[in-house]
């Protein structure tokens, strides 16, 4: 259809062009029908963004007609509310829409044009020439026949329908800066600019002083519209000068409940900041001048102040009493989302802190260790409950543990803080994986219980745990798994594969049979590579996870014995990691270093009478070799000759004696197979026995007992 054709009495055009009638005032300028896009002195006299003189009735309807290469043909947007746009006979429609909208727009009307289905209501911002938007609920009809092309009718949100859509929009993310671009987005409709100024608690996710007393510290959260702004001008993230908080702060510290406040005119700011520099800092630019500052304020005894909004708007377009109710009435209902992002964000910092201090450190000297850990979202919903830790033990042993705990947020985090916790206490008592995990297990089905869980609502049932313990001298890995998926391990010179560990249930898995943990131990010589990994790094929607799992064991083999493992650990999960991902990603990479052969030494004695002597002869030599002071030689024999005394005295032989040098210490071991557990008891001053372990406890630095398959070991550790 072109301007020149005669329209039909029942075309969407007509039909939406003769119901202005019902929508213009009395006294209008413009009438319903079908004008070609009229552009004469009426509408240069209006104001760009000319308002209804209060308790009138505000016009809120047009029409655009488009032919089939969208380019406008016949309008009717006579009404104040439209004037600005650039709707021209000829011109194309889609330069009435911001940049960002314009492929979505020219779709949805190409698929009207196609189909002659309508599209109905969709909200939509129009550019005016000045700049600034327009905000519309947008129809697209279909003409009579296709060769007509379409007839867009707009519906400018008037002020009450723009309150409700605000609040609904901005009450869809808990994120605190996106809760605050979406109030400052609701905004714009009143002015040019809108600013979103916070307590800085606010920000921070910390509690707000219901008393605010003295200055208060602001940071701007949100501005729009997004353009360059002068030089010195407060952008997003910054903190507000605190002499420039002054002005804004009169909204909030207040005797009464907090109002808004309206300065007028630029000279009135400026004289009420005193200083240009301040001026420069708040003013968005010269032609905007006038603002209206309205606190944010949640409800309560008292009411607790958030913060203030701010909306900018030229001098010659004063705010009606009528405005700043709308204004008032939107950041009223929108506060409280403010505050749940707030508090969220508080959630999300707790969280982060914990799971920061679960994150291994270093290695020690028999291997290295690197982890990394990626929320599924970088937002506060993001923190989950993936764990990754590894630590040395006392021993000399060091231990990699790997866990999933189901579900995100504040429940899932207080589950993986407490088993992550109860992991490294068992471990360090010295008890073997399976054992850790069947208490774990027994934990996560007594977190469950509604009478004790951590969070009402959250169950950790079916969370997933791995642990392994890294021995240097015999250079093998114990690993017990529960329900987790299977570690890939690259040895020296070999390919990589993943390990064969047999399938177990969750932890807490009641409904399964219940079965005894397993122990799975392999050789992992000097140079072998362990990776240990939660199932988000390997879970692809277009690949099986036995493909993920080989994608990710022929990424570990690409690490090179020379590579920096913090730097290969974040490129290997930058390259693995789904792009869209549904779940966190951790990866633990291991570095097997070990003890070398001249720093260790083993015997084998029979448990008889002479063993603690033959024990003193065979180590006296080697601490001299090992460059060990004078003063801990003595202490190593002693200590030695009474380990050996209490297991010939307590325990059952053979008895095997080792000798290690690690690190900055050395490390004594004394092995039987008895089963009975060495014990600190008091001993009264003429007592003939039982001074051993006290010995033993007074000399070194540390001491204790793990267990092993054939009875146990005491270690005692000493530092050179």
């Not at 929607?541 to 913090?566: F, K, M, Q």
Request: charged content about 20%; aromatic content about 4%; some cysteine.
């Amino acid at each position: 259809m072109d301007s020149t054709s005669s329209p039909s009495s029942s075309s969407p055009f007509d039909l939406v062009s003769s119901a202005l009638g019902r929508y213009i005032p009395r006294g209008a300028a413009a009438a319903a029908g079908g004008s070609a896009c009229p552009q004469d002195d009426r509408t240069a006299r209006r104001g760009i963004h000319a308002d209804p003189a209060p308790g009138r009735q505000e016009q809120i309807l047009g029409a655009v007609n488009l032919d089939c290469d969208l380019r406008i043909t016949r309008c009717n947007l006579d009404a104040p509310v439209f004037a600005g746009l650039d709707a021209v006979a000829g011109s194309s429609f889609l330069d009435l829409l911001p940049p960002g909208d314009v492929p979505t727009v020219t779709r949805r009307l190409r698929q009207v044009l196609e189909t002659g289905e309508a599209h109905v209501a969709r909200v939509q911002r129009l550019r005016r020439r000045d700049g600034s938007e327009l905000v519309v609920s947008m129809s697209i009809l279909a003409a009579a026949t296709p060769q007509e092309g379409l007839t867009v009718s707009l519906i400018a949100m008037a002020r009450r329908l723009h309150l409700y859509a605000a609040e609904t929009a901005i009450g869809t993310s808990l994120d605190i800066g996106e809760t605050a671009q979406s109030l400052a987005e609701s905004l714009l409709a009143w002015g040019d600019v809108a600013a979103i100024d916070l307590d800085f608690a606010v920000w921070t996710g910390d509690v707000v002083p219901e008393q605010p007393q003295g200055r208060i510290r602001l940071r701007r959260a949100a501005l729009v519209p997004d353009r360059a702004w002068p030089d010195g001008y407060v952008t997003p993230g910054d903190d507000l000068p605190s002499d420039a908080s002054r002005l804004l702060s009169q909204a909030i510290l207040r005797d009464d409940a907090a109002q808004a406040i309206v300065i007028p005119d630029r000279k009135t700011i400026e004289r009420v900041l005193g200083s240009p520099r301040l001026a420069r800092a708040l003013e968005p630019g010269d032609q905007v001048s006038g603002v209206a500052c309205i606190p944010l304020v949640l409800d309560g005894a008292p009411p607790v102040v958030l913060g203030v909004a701010e909306v900018w708007r030229r001098a010659d377009r004063p705010f009606h009493d009528s405005e700043l109710l709308d204004l008032q009435e939107l950041v009223a209902r929108t506060s409280h989302h403010v505050d749940l992002a707030r508090q969220h964000q508080r959630e999300h910092r707790q969280v982060l802190a914990l799971q920061r201090r679960l994150l291994p450190r270093t290695g020690d000297d028999s291997v290295e260790t690197a982890s990394v850990y990626q929320p599924a979202t970088p937002d506060s919903a993001g923190v989950g409950g993936d764990w990754v830790n590894s630590f040395p033990l006392a021993d000399g042993r060091t231990a990699l543990v790997v866990g999933d705990v189901v579900g995100h947020g504040l429940g899932a985090a207080a589950t993986m803080g407490q088993l992550s916790m109860e992991a490294r206490a068992l471990l360090s008592a010295g008890l073997a994986p399976d054992e850790v995990l069947e208490h774990l297990d027994e934990t996560v089905s007594l977190l469950d219980d509604p009478d004790s869980g951590l969070a009402a609502g959250y169950s950790a049932l079916g969370s997933t745990c791995c642990v392994a313990v890294y021995d240097p001298v015999s250079h093998q890995v114990s690993l017990s798994s529960a329900g987790h998926l299977p570690p890939v391990l690259v040895p020296p010179g070999g390919p990589a594969g993943r390990l064969p560990v047999r399938p177990h249930p969750g932890l807490g898995a009641e409904f399964a049979l219940r079965e005894p943990f397993d122990v799975h131990t392999f050789a992992a010589p000097p140079g072998s590579l362990l990776a240990l990994y939660t199932d988000g790094l390997v879970e692809d929607p277009s690949l099986s996870i036995d493909e993920g799992i080989d994608r990710l064991a022929d990424a570990v083999s690409t690490v090179h014995p020379w590579d920096a493992l913090p730097q290969a650990a974040r490129r290997l999960v930058s390259t693995l990691a789904p792009v869209h991902r549904r779940d966190d990603v951790t990866l633990l990479l291991a570095r097997m270093i070990g003890y070398r052969k001249g720093d260790t030494a083993t015997w084998r004695l029979a448990a008889r009478a002479d063993a603690a002597a033959r024990a003193r002869a065979l180590v006296r030599a080697l601490p001299a070799q090992w460059h060990t002071g004078d003063d801990i030689r003595d202490d190593v024999l002693l200590v030695v000759s009474e380990l050996v005394t209490n297991a010939v005295r307590f325990g059952r032989g053979p008895l095997t004696v080792r000798l290690i040098r690690a690190g900055h210490g050395l490390l004594c071991e004394v092995g039987d197979t008895g089963n009975g557990r060495p014990r600190l008891g008091r001993t009264a001053l003429l007592d003939d026995g039982g001074r051993g372990l006290h010995v033993v406890h007074g000399l070194t630095t540390r001491w204790g007992v793990r267990w092993t398959d054939t009875g146990k070991v005491v270690w005692a550790a000493f530092t050179r």
